[in-house]
């Protein structure tokens, strides 16, 4: 490594003295492979499994099965749920990544750790923790029966309260990593031009950390999206009411492996379609 | 609309402890080296620090119970944090629209106060399409547009170079002269504070050292900071009628006074010689040439010996005499441009 | 813009992959590398692929296969059978399989990885309901009650098909709130009281420990389920696959099984 050092090292702008008259170059020089290699790696770790699918999808029958009314059911219902979720998520996850970025509180510590608990809890166990809190027996869900006549598992409300629990670390921690980053003195600015904290919140922090909210709905969106562990063990698995895609996957891999890879496609490329024409909104934001 | 304030902050290793009056239409600066608490203070005015004693009050009524919103001020910052997501004119409108005001109402204020700074043409520009002079103007007219009644600028010039500092500087003074409500802006820099102020306070580490008018302060300064500053050899010695006895040298001056005095000259009174001088009853002292440097068209020779003290000489005396450092050289300066008065 | 875009790109498959990592919770993962018999000099290993529902009975045998042959390992991958069937048509090196269904194991067979299976235990189904009944349930016919929430096993996985033909021979139609993945999750939602009634195995409500109360009834007769078990055909151990294969069909074998619930073929 140190010979070939060496050698390459008059090629490079920066080292000068070599009487070779080197083109000037915008930048450093060379890109580091020290960072490209990993990172082509990285990449084909990540996309040669999408590869994979594409190449065993069955294409001959690929349009039969999309037709099939279960399979745009379950795609209804998936794209419905993830994103009555990420709404819930936003409404309450927003304010509490507010709290813990801006308010100091004795515990606050503890409680940025616990917002992280579903991330590392593998989702069958949340679904588990679900029932055990909101199911019929459940310590609320209980009252929910029987104050509301209200109940959750079995329901496609029910998918809905998984996704969300199971997505909103995913939002919580980027809109408090924005709200971090954010220059706190343009709502200092704000309070001094008469603004209250609710204003500067809505006028001036929001439209600040708009891209780390945006970020972190989109991430959150599909994380919910490909949710299966805590959906199928708290609002179980029924075609119509909470049959998502992903329980559909999971059900079709026990006998037709091919159907599950159209099913899989299906929710990849749906996605991908979504998310991509919901950038072109949010091109104008600065 | 009289501002009387007693601040006190106190900060682990920091305690700032002044208190300042400034009249209606008048604009007093607060001026000191960098961490001497000048912002610090302007914090505590705004509310955007809290205070840990003292008062504030504005034409009567208290202001430091109320919270920062609350508080009938407008601030201009040090780089003026323009909101990145609103237009000019919406940055200027936010205040009204914050006190209540409608839309169109907040709008129409904001268009008459950009027309006022000269900015009409750039209303919808977002704040990073605009030049820093430009943007200073519009921090300027977003801070009056909430009408205050205490006008509040920190470092208001600091982000400008140097050719755009020049015109916005006497545009500000233009703009802060149409101001009749109390003004307190925060500067390190002599010359801003000088042309834009009324009134000088000099803090250093969190107390007022000195203030009074600009000439005033240029004139008699009473610390080395504020000497440097305004560019005089300063010292502190004891008069005893015709003369000020600092350390073992007796520097003779026009003044008559007696106990405590400052003694200050300008760098330029001060003569080189290689030789002792003799005749007309200067003041002379012999010195050791520590450096030199370039001071604008002249040379700068700092001298140590009995007094430390600065010389501008020609190049071409440089040239002359052929100073270099460590030498021993003869330094005097006349009676008649010295300046004595009480400590 | 750009950041933005390559943001989504990157933050797409990761959670989705985070989704569907939950459907490995139930199933450990084969550690094919480590999983073949270790090498020429001492110690042996034994591979056996094992539905789920076998996992106590199998670990019993494990040991007493250890016992009578010092020097080896058996190592398990318990799952669904059609998971495991699709583990060993990808490759996944292995000495035995057994499923809980002549269904998944004929993928196997007809993919001339298995040698001929033999059928080394019945199950059959039963009512659980959780301790204390509270929808006071008592016999098949109970289950259509539609204030009664009944959950079944996914037509697609065995106890779903067996709980399909048993409500068949019934002539019942029963609307099931949900239709679990597997039998263990179906047991979980009896057991937290959320499901009134649920069709799974009577070896599931004797594993319950007391948890849920089974109830037998006679249709179960018409959709009993046969485990077959099969040894390899490129079983790595060679004749310890065998051996193990027959100590699961001996007469030890049917004891530990038989203590669990299930039914000698």
Not at chain 2, 116 to 140: E, F, I, M, N, Y
Not at chain 3, 23 to 46: F, H, I, L, M, Q
Not at chain 3, 161 to 178: E, I, N, R, Y
């Amino acid at each position: 490594m140190a010979t070939s050092e060496r050698s390459e090292r008059p090629v490079n702008p920066s080292g000068g003295a070599a009487g070779r008259a080197a083109p000037p170059r915008k930048g450093s020089g060379r890109l580091p492979w020290m960072l490209v290699l990993p990172a082509v790696l990285g990449l084909a770790f990540l996309v040669l499994p999408l590869a994979g699918l594409l190449i065993r999808a069955p294409w001959p029958t690929l349009l039969q099965r999309l037709a099939e009314p279960q399979v745009l059911e379950a795609l209804r219902l998936s794209l419905f749920c993830a994103t009555v979720a990420t709404a819930l998520c936003l409404v309450f996850g927003v304010p509490l990544a507010w709290l813990l970025a801006r308010v100091s509180f004795p515990g606050r510590r503890l409680m940025r750790a616990l917002v992280t608990v579903p991330l590392v809890l593998p989702p069958v166990v949340g679904g588990v923790a679900l029932l055990l809190v909101l199911g019929r027996r459940g310590l609320v869900g209980q009252w929910l029966e029987s104050t509301f006549g209200v109940t959750l598992p079995f329901t496609t409300a029910g998918v809905i309260v998984a996704e969300a629990f199971v997505a909103m670390p995913f939002l919580v921690i980027s809109v408090e990593g924005a709200l971090r980053g954010a220059d706190q003195r343009y709502e200092e600015a704000a309070a001094t031009l008469g603004a209250s904290r609710w204003t500067v919140f809505r006028r001036v922090t929001l439209p600040l950390i708009m891209p780390g909210v945006v970020a972190g709905a989109v991430l959150c969106w599909a994380r919910a999206l490909g949710e299966f562990g805590a959906t199928i063990t708290f609002a179980g698995n029924f075609p119509g009411t909470t049959r998502t895609m992903p329980l559909a996957v999971y059900l079709a891999l026990e006998t037709e492996p091919e159907a599950a890879i159209v099913l899989s496609l299906v929710l990849l490329a749906v996605s991908v379609i979504i998310l991509a024409s919901l950038r072109d909104r949010w091109v104008t934001t600065p | 609309m009289t501002l009387h304030a007693h601040l006190v902050v106190t900060r682990p290793a920091f305690t700032l402890d002044i208190s300042l009056t400034v009249a209606p239409g008048e604009v007093v600066a607060l001026l000191g080296p960098n961490g001497a608490g000048k912002t610090t203070a302007l914090r505590a005015l705004a509310g955007l620090t809290a205070l840990a004693r003292g008062e504030i009050v504005l034409d009567g009524s208290p202001l430091h119970t109320l919270s920062v919103e609350e508080r009938p001020i407008g601030m201009v910052f040090q780089d003026y944090l323009l909101f990145p997501h609103l237009s000019a004119l919406d940055n200027v409108a936010f205040g009204p629209r914050c006190q209540g005001v409608s839309k169109a109402e907040a709008r129409r204020t904001a268009a008459a106060l950009l027309d006022r700074v000269g900015l009409t043409d750039h209303a919808t520009a977002k704040p990073r399409r605009l030049s820093g002079g430009q943007a200073q103007r519009v921090a300027l007219a977003r801070a009056l547009a909430v009408r205050p009644r205490l006008l509040l600028l920190d470092e208001p010039l600091a982000a400008l170079d140097a050719h755009t500092r020049l015109e916005v500087r006497s545009q500000l003074r233009r703009h802060l002269a149409d101001f009749d409500g109390a003004t307190v802006l925060v500067t390190h820099d002599p010359l801003d504070a000088m042309v834009l102020a009324d009134r000088l306070i000099v803090i250093e580490h969190g107390a007022i050292v000195q203030q009074g008018v600009p000439a005033e302060v240029a004139r008699r300064p009473r610390t080395d900071y504020v000497a440097r500053l305004v560019g005089l050899n300063l010292y502190r010695g004891v008069a005893d009628g015709s003369g000020v006895k600092v350390g073992q040298l007796l520097i003779s001056t026009s003044d008559r006074l007696e106990g405590p005095a400052f003694v200050a000259f300008a760098p330029a009174a001060v003569a080189l010689y290689r030789s002792r001088p003799d005749g007309s009853p200067r003041n002379v002292w012999q010195a050791r040439i520590e450096g030199v440097e370039r001071h604008g068209d002249n040379v700068r020779v700092h001298l140590d010996g009995p007094i430390v003290a600065f010389a501008d000489i020609t190049p071409a005396a440089l040239a002359d005499l052929d100073l270099t450092p460590g030498q021993q050289v003869w330094a005097s300066v006349k009676a008649t441009e010295t300046h004595a008065y009480p400590a | 813009m750009f950041r933005r875009l390559s943001r989504w790109a990157v933050a797409l498959p990761v959670a989705l992959a985070l989704g569907l990592s939950g459907c490995g919770s139930g199933e450990p993962a084969t550690s094919a590398a480590s999983a073949r018999s270790a090498g020429a000099g001492g110690a042996k290993e034994v591979t056996v692929f094992a539905a789920a529902s076998l996992t106590g009975t199998f670990t019993e045998l494990g040991k007493t296969f250890e016992a009578a042959h010092p020097g080896t390992t058996v190592r398990f991958n318990f799952g669904s059978s059609a998971t495991l069937a699709q583990q060993l048509t990808q490759g996944a090196p292995a000495d035995v399989f057994a499923a809980a269904s002549p269904a998944t194991m004929k993928t196997v067979t007809d993919a001339s990885l298995a040698n001929a299976p033999t059928t080394f235990a019945r199950n059959k189904l039963q009512i659980a309901v959780p301790a204390g009944n509270p929808a006071k349930v008592d016999e098949l016919q109970d289950l259509a009650d539609p204030k009664v929430k009944v959950a079944l096993c996914a037509d697609q996985v065995p106890c779903g098909a067996a709980a399909v033909k048993a409500l068949g021979a019934a002539g019942l139609k029963v609307t099931p709130v949900t239709l679990e993945q597997d039998v263990k999750a179906t047991l979980t939602k009896v057991e937290l009281g959320e499901i009134d009634a649920a069709l799974v195995y009577e070896t599931d409500v004797i594993a319950s420990a007391g948890k849920v109360r089974g109830i037998a009834f006679p249709e179960a007769d018409k959709a009993i389920n046969d485990y077959p078990i099969a040894t390899l055909t490129k079983a790595p151990a060679g004749d310890l696959a065998k051996q193990f294969f027959d100590l699961v069909l001996s007469q030890q074998g049917e004891d530990v099984l038989t203590k669990a619930g299930f039914e000698a073929p």
